[in-house]
């Protein structure tokens, strides 16, 4: 298979095919995109794209290759340093496809590695060479701490192809951009640096706003939430412009402890959070606590030090395990429900652990999200006994087959 159709076959296995352009009928409002860069950094390739980048005040995401942040860690610091989002591309840029378990790990721990050593706020994602994607590539990343990022929709400028012309990477960019889509690009090919202009003015005629990975995901995710929870899509991009990121949707700044001269005054903040269980992820700091029979519930706070809290969501909107939860038949849960969660954070994925009373113990997975915070899957499930999970101090709930707790350590059945 030539190296050209490799790479095409690579992302219709990966996204489930090229969609041709089809005119909507419904335009949304705004299209959330998010540009994507490959193969860097090179300064003489990446110091002309971020002078554009800036001109243009757009923030892109940066797939930079290991072995090539060891040659020019100054260009990944000035790429990260203009609000650029940097995310793991492998360590040699080698299909995915053709390494055993254990080189793929190094491929991706060892970019990992290099990336952090000279960015401070290291890749939350792993964006596959050549967008390779199966379970071993989705193993290999959570190794890392990371996740594949998955683009709901891609757009493909076929800039890696030298024999594409520039007005054929203008109308590719251009053409199909759905609010989700990602666009994928080069770092290194001359002529998408010359066509981005006419790019991004197009696309902003097209009502799109650029987003990096991490804030694309956390808005889609947002806002799927909204539609999932409260009935149809409540707007994402609210009148001023600036897309709803779901860490921002939180407490408006009315008091903060933070003195603002390195000291702060008690008490943290004025709400309470019984039971509080707190933990650590690389540098930031995540919070939950008990909400017995308030809905929604089990809220999640992230602090980067402990003193500045932002409420970043909930973990479910709704719990409804019968007429009680409902105020039905004359029942009601006023001091039950939820009691002294468990949190903890697992191989990409937080869980938080919690008893509901009477009604055994649940796991509310959400999966990780870039360092501002976490985003919901409302995915909760009663744990079984059999299952391995990481138990928690607080996670006291009751095991279906009465074996206590912390008894169920049977192997999976
Ligand atoms: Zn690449």
Known sequence: MSHRSRILSSLLAAFGGLVPAVASAAEPAVKRVALVFDDGPRPADAEPLLA??????????????????????????????????????????????????????????????????????????????YLEVDDRVCAAAAHAQLAVYTPRHLVVSMDYDTKVLAAEILRRATTDVRDGSVILFHEWRTETREQLPAILAELRRQNGVFLTFSELFASLTASDSASTSSGPAQASVPAGGEPLIAGDAGLPATRTADNGNGTFTNPLFYDEFSDPDLIRVGEDYYLTGTTMHVMPGLPVLHSRDLVNWRLLGYAFDRLDLGPEFRLEDGKEIYGQGVWAPCLRYHNGTFHIFTNINRHATHDHRQVRRHGRGVAFLQNRRPILHHQRVVYGPHAHGRCPRRHGFFACKQAPT
């Open 52 to 129: 554009l980048l800036a001109k243009e005040k757009v923030h892109a995401t940066f797939s930079l290759v290991g072995d090539r942040v060891n040659e020019n860690p100054e260009t990944a610091k000035v790429v990260a340093a203009a609000g650029h989002e940097i995310v793991n591309h492998s360590q040699t840029h080698a299909h995915p496809r053709d390494l055993d378990d254990a080189a793929l790990d190094r491929e991706v721990a060892g970019a990992q590695q290099r990336i952090r050593a000279v960015v401070v706020a290291g890749p939350h994602w792993y964006w596959p060479p």
